[in-house]
């Protein structure tokens, strides 16, 4: 009696098993998100977001999955370029943004502008902030360039595309807006 009755007592299943024993993260949520980066007293960056996740986890991390703008200011307070991405994720410990889906950066002082779907942007690489392994298509004023892999300062006033894949030269008149 004792067996069937230990048998017949009770069952789960494998999902539910896993469940129990997951760990649960700590998710902190804010929404419209606007973050003023200052160096000195200067302002130096404005990051905004609609939607900002913090996640406490062993590598603690924020996550932007519902796009990312920043405006990058000059020593003169004067807005230089402008990053933008349909998502992003900030990894604390390392100081990295990886940037997904759509990125574009623009120097809106010379007018070129870069288009990706992935692009790292470290701090730490002073002079080249931005960085990505990835296609890339840079437009200036006369050209359209495609390659893969490229280097640039975090104003894109410098960049370098690592292993051009081609042009074209499209004379001023002739530019699409």
């Given at each position: 009696?004792?067996?069937?009755?230990?048998?017949?007592?009770?069952?789960?299943?494998?999902?539910?098993?896993?469940?129990?024993?997951?760990?649960?993260?700590?998710?902190?949520?804010?929404?419209?998100?606007?973050?003023?980066?200052?160096?000195?007293?200067?302002?130096?960056a404005k990051l905004s977001?609609?939607?900002?996740?913090?996640?406490?986890?062993?590598?603690?991390?924020?996550?932007?999955?519902?796009?990312?703008?920043?405006?990058?200011?000059?020593?003169?307070?004067?807005?230089?370029?402008?990053?933008?991405?349909?998502?992003?994720?900030?990894?604390?410990?390392?100081?990295?943004?990886?940037?997904?889906?759509?990125?574009?950066?623009?120097?809106?002082?010379?007018?070129?502008?870069?288009?990706?779907?992935?692009?790292?942007?470290?701090?730490?690489?002073?002079?080249?902030?931005?960085?990505?392994?990835?296609?890339?298509?840079?437009?200036?004023?006369?050209?359209?360039?495609?390659?893969?892999?490229?280097?640039?300062?975090?104003?894109?006033?410098?960049?370098?595309?690592?292993?051009?894949?081609?042009?074209?030269?499209?004379?001023?008149?002739?530019?699409?807006?």
């Amino acid at each position: 009696i004792w067996g069937c009755i230990f048998l017949s007592g009770g069952e789960n299943n494998a999902a539910e098993i896993d469940e129990l024993g997951a760990k649960k993260l700590g998710v902190e949520e804010a929404v419209k998100v606007d973050i003023n980066y200052t160096l000195s007293g200067k302002a130096k960056a404005k990051l905004s977001s609609p939607l900002m996740l913090r996640v406490q986890d062993t590598m603690p991390y924020y996550e932007f999955p519902k796009t990312l703008l920043t405006v990058f200011y000059n020593d003169e307070g004067m807005i230089e370029s402008k990053l933008s991405a349909m998502y992003a994720k900030y990894k604390e410990n390392q100081s990295i943004v990886f940037l997904k889906d759509s990125v574009k950066v623009i120097n809106l002082l010379k007018g070129d502008t870069l288009y990706c779907m992935e692009l790292y942007w470290d701090r730490s690489r002073f002079g080249m902030e931005f960085y990505t392994d990835k296609p890339v298509r840079i437009r200036t004023k006369t050209q359209i360039l495609d390659g893969i892999g490229m280097e640039s300062s975090q104003d894109f006033n410098n960049w370098h595309i690592i292993n051009p894949t081609g042009w074209i030269n499209v004379p001023a008149s002739k530019f699409p807006q």
